[in-house]
């Protein structure tokens, strides 16, 4: 299993599962980040945090927590 965290920069991935409960995984799926979905990781920042990446057509930025929770192929 391979995060989001771990994607490479300028890969396309698609959401196979997002682990985590309650309001944190209430809040990304809000943002779009459902199952399926193909993401496309821009850049990272120097220091890691946040992840740049555009889904379903917009950027987003995440934070490295939250990145470590979806689970992507």
Known sequence: MVT??????GST?????????GAVK????DMGLTKGTDIFIR????????VEI???????SLRKADAEII???
Not at 13 to 21: E, F, H, L
Not at 26 to 29: E, F, L, S
Not at 43 to 50: E, I, M, S, T
């Open 71 to 73: 689970v992507v192929v």
């Open 43 to 50: 850049k990272v920042a120097p220091l890691g945090d946040p």
């Open 13 to 21: 991935v698609r959401i196979d599962k997002i682990n985590g409960s």
């Open 26 to 29: 209430r809040r990304i799926m």
């Open 54 to 60: 555009t889904v379903r057509g917009y950027e987003l």
């Open 4 to 9: 989001l965290k771990e994607a490479k920069v």
